[in-house]
């Protein structure tokens, strides 16, 4: 069984610039849900996606988006970066939250360390 | 809206001490999902456990053992005989039974010296 991977682990940008990261669900998980962690800080939830629609965002301006492939696989991306988009940037997969009456854990990928100069 | 405080930003223990990480939560959801995780320095968030809203037991693993309570909203995380692995930053998380999102605790930073 595959883990949850992300591309790439670091990348430097400069502001106004966009990204796009890259994540591999689990295999057998249908959501990704994708967080921001800044230095020092505790995750916080951008959006999730299920089965390749939207299904829930944070507070989060829109130049963050993302995609959802039909293999399960995400893209997040920022446009018109900002210094303070420099972060930890994980994915977390799951079997999605209505399967059955049991929540199912989110399982993270390693993040892409984003820095903004 | 959900919360999650914990308020120790740094904890320092010398190795074989019992130490405790304290979580705090808030939300106005009847069913919810607790949870514990650990990132080491590579980044990587690891599971720990998941605690239901609904069951109030608490469960001890190996070294580690969780206290829930409902009644005070807490949901507090023991490691006993701490050894210089568990240093790392360790999270507690709240999440609604509608949803897959998480709301994260500020992260408690345990260092074990030898």
């Known amino acids: 069984e595959t883990g949850v991977t992300q591309s790439p682990t670091h990348l430097i940008k400069t502001r106004g610039q966009q990204v796009t990261l890259r994540c591999s669900s689990q295999?057998?998980?249908?959501?990704v849900s994708w967080y921001q962690q800044a230095l020092g800080q505790g995750p916080q939830f951008i959006f999730q996606?299920?089965?390749?629609?939207?299904?829930g965002r944070g507070n989060f301006p829109p130049r963050f988006s993302g995609l959802q492939f039909p293999n399960y696989s995400s893209e997040l991306n920022v446009n018109a970066l900002e210094l303070d988009d420099s972060a930890l940037y994980l994915c977390?997969?799951?079997?999605?939250?209505?399967?059955?009456?049991?929540?199912?854990?989110?399982?993270f990928g390693p993040g892409t360390r984003l820095t903004v100069l | 809206a959900q919360k999650v405080t914990q308020a120790q930003t740094e904890i320092s223990v010398v190795e074989k001490e019992d130490v405790t990480l304290d979580c705090v939560y808030e939300t106005r959801d009847t069913t919810y999902y607790l949870f514990w995780y650990k990132q080491p320095p590579s980044g990587e968030l690891v599971f720990l456990i998941r605690r239901n809203s609904f069951d109030e037991q608490n469960e001890i693993s190996g070294r580690y053992s969780w206290n829930f309570q409902k009644s005070t909203s807490s949901f507090n995380f023991t490691i006993t005989a701490s050894q210089v692995v568990d240093s790392a930053v360790y999270f507690c998380?709240?999440?609604?039974?509608?949803?897959?999102?998480?709301?994260f605790g500020g992260g408690t930073r345990l260092m074990v010296k030898p």
């Open positions: 295999s057998g998980h249908n959501t």
């Open positions: 998380a709240l999440g609604s039974r509608e949803g897959n999102m998480l709301t």
């Open positions: 996606y299920y089965r390749e629609e939207e299904n």
């Open positions: 977390a997969s799951s079997l999605g939250a209505l399967a059955g009456s049991s929540y199912n854990e989110q399982f």
